[in-house]
């Protein structure tokens, strides 16, 4: 069955860091802080975040808005990041000021995956005034452990912190505290289409307080689900004239959305402040987000392709400058090359953007002057060949291996199971698949090569292919125009807008 495109929206998203090269920290993650909070990026003041945070301090939920500044410095493998906090709420008479400086030590495994251990740089400055009451803060712990699986279009994170904060009551350094104890578990994923981040926190508050009499203790507990991520939706604008060269375009929007739910139990109080055995619970949920930026696509020209079942799917890759030229001279029912795909699918996955708030700081290196030989990785394309740059980056990134030989077969038409079998591979997402080798729901499942069959399943998994009328999934079968045009249009709309269900939606249950 052909799925309607006609006004189809993508929801797609961006930014992040770069694959097989020193692996910049992923640019999503870390941008809300991890003291519970959550932020978007101011678009005019580089390296500061519009922020929000809720303060439990006092047993009662209290929203702080403010900004957040982030500025980190990588060198040889060490970053080091700030983190300025300023919040407040003028209502409940609440100030915030906060400073964090962490240092990130990264090393790079055997089989290419990134492990990140952060601890704090020194002990960190911390004032919480809550209606003329301070709380400062006076011990501090953190830790973080995280560790970066980066594959052809995607790096993959996963990690877990752990933070202990003691603050004193009072301006005389009472022995009255607050200990607040946070542990979090982190999952985000970085690539050019979408990123994402989710923190699930529990907080543990613990008051101690010993002047005035009476020794007064009390706690609560609070379970939280913040995330954060940048999207872009494209959508079709009709012209109203008619005297206009073209009857419409695509305009690309792009924005960043954060969001926080959060449930707390704390005990109610009495009308002099006193802490009973009732428990009360709070619930809410937090978001925010930035301004609107629009970008206008090509427009091509596909006149000649006026109703047809993938004109949508065409007309953005053309205006994406996804396809390559123009679009006068498209053809939906030309066979397409192994070297033609190879460009396009690269074109589509992009490389990794880096972390904007990091600053790299590089030790000059002597150069030789010799001028290097480009050897390519295969006998029959080679540098100065149409699209060799495309074929020599996806063998770089375990894209493609060749047909076997020492070749790639660049004119050679490619199979949809050679199609499938390489977007798999640039999602990095195989595993997905039964191990060794698993059966498809395709009726055609034994016509599928090995080397295939995992990939054919993730993808049908994933939504990025179905099954013809008759269930098959023809391995065989040559892709054409309309064929490789309708397969990226749905590996970007996958990569944009499925992946931020799995890692936002069904965590925080949109």
């Not at 002099?272 to 090509?298: A, C, F, H, Q, W």
């Not at 392709?305 to 053809?331: C, M, Q, R, V, Y």
Request: charged share 25%.
């Amino acid at each position: 069955m052909k799925k309607n495109y006609k006004k189809a929206i993508i929801a797609v998203m961006l930014l992040v860091s770069v694959i097989l090269m020193p692996v910049e920290v992923l640019a999503v993650e870390g941008n809300m802080g991890f003291s519970g909070g959550i932020s978007v990026e101011e678009p005019i003041e580089k390296n500061e975040y519009h922020y929000t945070e809720m303060c439990f301090l006092t047993g009662e939920p209290v929203k702080l808005t403010g900004t957040l500044t982030i500025k980190k410095t990588d060198k040889n493998d060490v970053v080091t990041s700030t983190y300025t906090y300023r919040a407040s709420n003028a209502e409940s008479n609440v100030t915030l000021n906060r400073v964090v400086i962490y240092i990130t030590e990264r090393q790079t495994k055997i089989n290419g995956q990134i492990t990140e251990a952060t601890r704090l740089s020194r002990m960190p400055t911390e004032i919480i005034n809550v209606g003329g009451q301070t709380y400062r803060l006076i011990k501090s712990n953190f830790t973080q452990s995280t560790i970066t699986d980066p594959k052809a279009a995607i790096n993959f994170q996963t990690g877990e912190f752990l933070e202990e904060k003691v603050y004193s009551i009072g301006a005389n350094q009472s022995n009255d505290t607050v200990t607040v104890t946070t542990t979090g578990r982190t999952y985000a994923y970085d690539q050019f289409w979408s990123n994402t981040e989710t923190q699930r926190l529990n907080v543990l508050v613990e008051t101690e307080k010993h002047s005035g009499g009476k020794p007064e203790k009390w706690g609560g507990a609070v379970d939280m689900v913040i995330s954060s991520a940048t999207m872009h939706q494209i959508e079709y604008v009709e012209n109203e004239p008619f005297q206009i060269s073209f009857s419409g375009g695509y305009v690309q929007k792009k924005w960043t959305e954060s969001t926080m739910d959060y449930t707390a139990r704390f005990p109610e109080f009495d009308k002099n402040g006193n802490p009973t055995d009732v428990l009360k619970t709070y619930t809410g949920t937090e978001s925010l987000s930035n301004p609107i930026s629009l970008t206008r696509l090509m427009v091509p020209d596909i006149k000649h392709l006026n109703g047809h079942w993938a004109e949508e799917p065409i007309s953005i890759l053309f205006g994406l400058e996804i396809l390559p030229g123009t679009g006068e001279d498209f053809k939906v029912d030309r066979y397409i090359t192994r070297r033609e795909f190879v460009y396009v699918l690269m074109n589509a996955i992009k490389d990794i953007p880096t972390d904007p708030d990091v600053r790299v700081s590089t030790v000059a290196r002597r150069t030789s002057s010799k001028k290097q030989v480009d050897i390519s990785p295969f006998n029959d394309i080679g540098a100065g060949d149409l699209y060799y740059e495309e074929v020599k980056s996806a063998y770089q990134k375990g894209i493609t291996a060749g047909n076997g030989k020492g070749r790639f077969g660049p004119n050679d038409y490619v199979t949809k199971a050679e199609a499938i079998k390489m977007i798999v591979s640039a999602l990095g997402l195989e595993n997905l698949a039964a191990y060794p080798y698993t059966s498809t729901p395709f009726t055609d499942n034994d016509l599928i090569p090995a080397y295939a069959r995992n990939a054919a399943s993730v993808a049908y998994t994933l939504g990025i292919i179905e099954a013809d009328y008759m269930g098959r999934f023809n391995p065989s079968s040559r892709l054409t125009g309309e064929n490789l045009s309708v397969l990226i249009f749905d590996l970007i709309e996958y990569m944009g807008d499925e992946l931020i269900k799995d890692y936002r939606d069904r965590m925080i249950d949109f």
